[in-house]
């Protein structure tokens, strides 16, 4: 696709229920991100996809986060037994690769899914 | 790993005037600093980048500064716009791959008319 495609765009749960959100980086890109942005806050780091190196996790904020990156490609991130703190935007973002060999290490962000946990 | 520190949080500005925003970082061996912008409602985007090798960089109205030696950058804006209203978010990482872009917490620019 032309761009960082996310889903949903908006998901309103219930205090308990797991959600999987879903993004699909531009095609070729190796590296993928994830953040959370709370209202009106920044961007918080949850975790880091390069090429086929293990994820680097250190961002996940509980066992109840998780990820994961099938083929290289389109990444999930489930949310299991969600609490109202979780209610936030969730934005999904790729590069090219690392900034090796002229790469700009640009970020491509998503739209983001804005996730309500009532 | 890498922490980046930002302020202000909020700053407001008659427009014409110029707005500066500052960050500090942590780990000396950080080596690469965006600047990505956010529109109410909108996505991130990069609107300019030093890397350790320069001091500074100019593009049309906004400039970015960069000290290693203190571990700070600022984002300099001249001749202030409307538009130029949004947030502001500085970062930083090491030029491999294996490490992660870290964002400073942002700043609101208000650029009133």
């Known amino acids: 696709g032309a761009g960082v495609s996310q889903s949903p765009s908006n998901k309103v749960t219930e205090k308990g229920k797991d959600v999987e959100l879903r993004c699909d980086p531009i095609?070729?890109?190796?590296?993928l991100y994830w953040y959370r942005q709370s209202l009106g806050q920044g961007l918080e780091f949850l975790i880091y996809?390069?090429?086929?190196?293990?994820?680097?996790k250190s961002g996940l904020p509980s066992d109840r986060f998780s990820a994961e990156r099938t083929g290289g490609s389109v990444s999930t991130l489930t949310i299991q037994r969600t609490q109202q703190e979780d209610s936030a935007v969730y934005l999904c973002?790729?590069?090219?690769?690392?900034?090796?060999?002229?790469?700009?290490?640009?970020?491509?962000f998503g739209e983001g899914s804005r996730l309500t946990v009532l | 790993g890498e922490n980046v520190e930002q302020h202000p949080s909020t700053l407001s500005v008659q427009e014409g005037d110029s707005a500066v925003i500052k960050c500090t970082y942590s780990?000396?061996?950080?080596?690469?600093f965006p600047w990505y912008k956010q529109e109410l409602g909108k996505r991130p985007q990069l609107i300019i980048d030093?890397?350790?090798?320069?001091g500074e960089k100019k593009d049309q109205r906004i400039a970015v500064t960069l000290n290693k030696t203190a571990k700070h950058f600022s984002l300099h804006i001249t001749e202030t716009q409307p538009e130029d209203s949004a947030v502001y978010f500085c970062?930083?990482?090491?030029?491999?791959?294996?490490?992660?872009?870290?964002f400073g917490s942002g700043t609101r620019l208000l650029v009133r008319p």
């Open positions: 973002a790729s590069s090219l690769r690392g900034l090796a060999g002229g790469d700009t290490g640009e970020l491509f």
């Open positions: 095609s070729g890109h190796t590296a």
């Open positions: 996809f390069q090429g086929n190196s293990a994820p680097d």
């Open positions: 780990d000396s061996a950080s080596n690469y």
């Open positions: 030093i890397r350790s090798n320069v």
């Open positions: 970062a930083a990482r090491r030029m491999d791959s294996s490490y992660k872009l870290i």
